[in-house]
């Protein structure tokens, strides 16, 4: 073992002189520990809730959408083929998008309609794992109820909807277009009745209560749109990699056709999750720059105290180096201990949060987290090992900046000066 590091280790040991200096010394190291801790589960939970929003939000939408400045795609089954051509593309399907009114008796509602190719959309979107009664097929079969009605095609709506208006599955409702038949008497809308064929929960309110799906066939018949669709869904290889796919799709096909991927769609949600991470981040760090100014005074102390064997030291040829090397040694062990000790800890809570939210509830009554104003079923926490690495060599960092001017101090204290009075 080097001098320099038996050294240091010798001066972290406790005297009775120098209690004081140790109990400082804990105080940083716990210092480190806390704020390592704090940085690991805090960003464990907020990777849980950007993951578990993004499986809700690819749950609804598909990767890139497909559209064109008309509106309208006639030949869509054409440039479905072109779409599955470009390089990244798994799968494609279309859809028809348009708002109308559900009514069902006095509770009125307006939502977003999508008509969907119920084969192609289980392959491009998860609606189908969102569906929590009826199946997604029911889109595609008519039922009439009884013998003497005739017969109508399903809908599929969301939970937070069907709460709304009061209805279950197997009811009716009407829905009704704005964009009705022309008469002598101006525009009439038109209305058609559907059977709940099935619900949907993605876990997001927004869609649950505005969000209705039927078949695409139904969808054209009863908007009038022939045989035209919307847009075209893709589904792609990598999520995070559809921004590139929609850039060589607007690049490739020029003003024919745009594309905008999913995280486009939903930028401000995702850039206001990534902003709150990175804050909360540098927010925490201050615990831990706290704790390198316990190093930092904990050293002063230290070499105020070691006056004399630091005189000694360099009365017997230690360098200006060596001695600045025990005090650097003495405060990365403390450091290093504290991060060690921090990461521990919080990956043993970041693994187990859901485990300690229930216990504080079943002994305190008290309910850290509701899964009903956040509509999540479980607490979310993600532990990714590129932020634990950060967060370490980020604590680890500050600890050794914190330890140099204290070192450098002493390492410029002269041996004559030390022993004057010896």
Same mark, same amino acid.
């Given at each position: ?179 009705? *038949? $022309? ?6 809308? %038109? /209305?058609?009745? &559907?059977? #709940?064929?099935? !619900? ?10 505005t969000l209705a799906y039927v078949g695409l066939r139904q969808a054209q018949d009863f908007l009038g749109l022939d045989k035209t669709v919307t847009g075209i869904q893709l589904k792609v290889k990598d999520v995070y990699q559809a921004d590139k796919v929609a850039k060589t799709i607007n690049q490739g096909f020029g003003y024919e056709f745009f594309a905008r991927d ?5 930028? *401000? $949600? ?6 709150? %991470? /990175?804050?909360? &981040?540098? #927010?925490?760090? !201050? ?63 970041a693994h187990n949060l859901e485990f300690i939210v229930d216990l504080v509830k079943t002994l305190t009554g008290f309910e850290l987290f509701s899964r009903d104003v956040y509509y999540l079923d479980h607490f979310p926490s993600q532990v990714v090992p590129r932020d634990v690495l950060l967060i370490s060599v980020t604590a680890i960092f500050i600890s050794f900046v ?21």
């Open positions: 073992m080097a001098y320099e590091l038996l050294i240091g280790l010798r001066y972290l040991r406790a005297k009775r002189k120098s209690t004081f200096i140790s109990i400082i010394t804990f105080i940083s190291t716990a210092g480190v520990a806390l704020g390592v801790m704090a940085l690991i589960v805090v960003l464990a939970v907020m990777t849980g809730f950007e993951e578990d929003l993004t499986d809700k939000i690819l749950g609804t939408n598909a990767h890139v959408v497909v559209m064109t400045p008309s509106g309208a795609i006639d030949d869509y089954q054409a440039v479905m083929g072109k779409m599955k051509s470009v390089p990244g593309v798994v799968a494609a399907t279309p859809f028809i998008y348009s708002q109308v009114m559900l009514s069902n008796g006095p509770n009125v509602s307006g939502v977003v309609l999508r008509g969907i190719e119920t084969e192609s959309d289980v392959q491009v979107t998860n609606l189908s794992k969102s569906i929590v009664e009826g199946k997604l097929t029911g889109l595609d079969s008519e039922s009439s109820g009884s013998t003497e009605s005739p017969a109508m095609p399903g809908i599929i709506i969301g939970k937070e909807l069907a709460k709304n208006l009061n209805i279950f599955v197997g009811d009716t409702l009407n829905v009704v277009s704005p964009l009705g *038949n $022309i008469t002598p008497f101006g525009m009439v809308p %038109k /209305m058609k009745k &559907f059977r #709940i064929a099935g !619900l949907f929960n993605t876990g997001m309110f927004e869609y649950d209560s999913w995280m486009q769609m939903n930028k *401000n $949600i995702l850039f206001a999750l990534k902003t709150e %991470k /990175m804050v909360m &981040f540098i #927010i925490l760090t !201050l615990i831990v720059l706290v704790a390198a100014f316990g190093i930092a005074s904990t050293l002063f102390m230290v070499v105020m105290e070691k006056t004399k064997d630091i005189a000694i030291l360099k009365s017997m040829g230690a360098t200006g180096a060596s001695i600045m090397k025990i005090f650097v040694l003495e405060g990365l062990i403390i450091g290093v201990a504290g991060t060690v000790v921090g990461v521990l800890s919080g990956l043993l809570i914190a330890t140099l001017y204290p070192s450098w101090q002493g390492s410029r204290l002269p041996p004559a000066e030390a022993l004057r009075y010896e």
